[in-house]
């Protein structure tokens, strides 16, 4: 199988400071890190069975960073180091995924939702933003609809409500994922940046049967959208694995995209849409407009005038 059908295949896949834990280690050098060089603290924290991996980079108002699919916590590249230049970035390896050990439980991505929110809390937090991405979107959907209290403000990042928001030409390559593919993998991005970290490379093969069977479930997490109640943003490229119509549709379930604002944004929603240009899904998360576009939200800030304020001067 050619190198980028693999690459393709498997990337569409997926798709303050605070008290740290008793289990707190020490930082190591790894390759993936870059430019945002080694974390402040790093541990391992065992919920609901899972040994997750977390490092905590920065000061100031705490932000939850989650990965996508076959990624770990670096996968962001430089918009690593931005978001720890402005914020206090919490980032989890998840379940499986780069230091955090697969276990025995399957991957749901609802359940690895609740365990983000008890993480956070047993990491001292009361509240974080949250950034996540494909894979880590869903995680962070999901996290934020079951424990709202724990979510201040939410930015989900190319990842869909429901599985037929995927191209219909994505479905049967997800479901073709599977631990089978393994050895072919080894000259990709996705396996040699997991090897880079993983305490237990041979787990990679359990990786792929896992996220494989995960992708294989048919899902419609409507329920857990309609339960947001923290203000939200939605980021797609506009080249992205998702359907444009679906990401209409994702906007309107929170509200947005129903009416007219207004010239003097009196019916604007609260809640926000980005699509940014010629982006595709292989690529948004490592791209800087990435965090441009989310920091001001996440901040509270808008940036827009109206029409009457720069007629009145204020």
Same mark, same amino acid.
């Given at each position: ?10 990337? !569409? ?5 605070? %008290? ?15 430019? &945002?060089?080694? *974390? ?21 108002? @705490? ?6 699919? $076959? ?24 379940? =499986? ?5 697969? =276990?025995?439980? %399957?991957?749901?991505?609802? &359940?690895?939702?609740?365990?983000? !929110? ?13 950034? =996540?991405?494909?894979?880590? +979107? ?8 079951? &424990? ?11 990842? *869909? ?27 990709? @991005? ?17 990786? $792929? ?14 329920? &857990? ?5 923290? %203000? ?11 359907? %444009? ?11 947005? =995209? ?18 940014? *240009? ?17 920091? @001001? ?15 009145? +001067?204020?």
């Amino acid at each position: 199988m050619p190198k980028l059908t693999i690459i393709t295949l498997l990337t !569409a896949a997926l798709a303050a400071f605070a %008290p740290l834990s008793a289990q707190a280690e020490d930082v190591a050098e790894n390759p993936l890190q870059g430019e &945002a060089g080694k *974390p402040d603290k790093a541990g391992h924290l065992t919920v609901n069975g899972i040994d997750y991996y977390y490092e905590i980079r920065g000061k100031g108002e @705490p932000l939850l960073l989650l990965h996508g699919g $076959l990624g770990q916590i670096e996968m962001f590249g430089a918009n690593l180091k931005t978001l720890q230049d402005n914020r206090q970035v919490i980032g989890v390896d998840l379940q =499986g995924h780069g230091r955090t050990l697969l =276990g025995t439980r %399957p991957i749901d991505i609802a &359940a690895i939702g609740a365990d983000m !929110a008890e993480l956070v809390e047993e990491l001292g937090y009361d509240q974080v933003d949250v950034l =996540g991405y494909s894979f880590g +979107g869903g995680v962070a959907l999901h996290m934020a609809a079951g &424990a709202p209290d724990k979510v201040r403000r939410l930015v989900i990042a190319s990842a *869909p409500f429901a599985r037929n928001g995927f191209f219909p030409e994505m479905l049967p390559q997800q479901e073709a994922v599977s631990g089978a593919m393994a050895e072919m993998m080894k000259e990709t @991005p996705m396996y040699k940046s997991y090897a880079a970290v993983a305490p237990d490379v041979s787990e990679f093969p359990k990786l $792929l049967d896992a996220m494989g069977a995960a992708m294989r479930v048919d899902y419609d997490a409507s329920d &857990a959208v309609a339960k947001l109640s923290m %203000p939200v943003m939605l980021i797609f490229g506009d080249s992205d694995m998702i359907r %444009p119509e679906h990401i209409v549709e994702f906007y309107q379930k929170l509200g947005g =995209g129903l009416r007219d604002a207004g010239w003097m944004r009196e019916n604007m929603a609260k809640n926000r849409l980005a699509i940014l *240009p010629g982006l595709t899904h292989y690529e948004t998360f490592a791209a800087p407009a990435l965090v441009s576009t989310a920091l @001001p939200f996440l901040d509270g800030e808008s940036g827009a005038q109206s029409w009457a304020g720069q007629v009145s +001067g204020e």
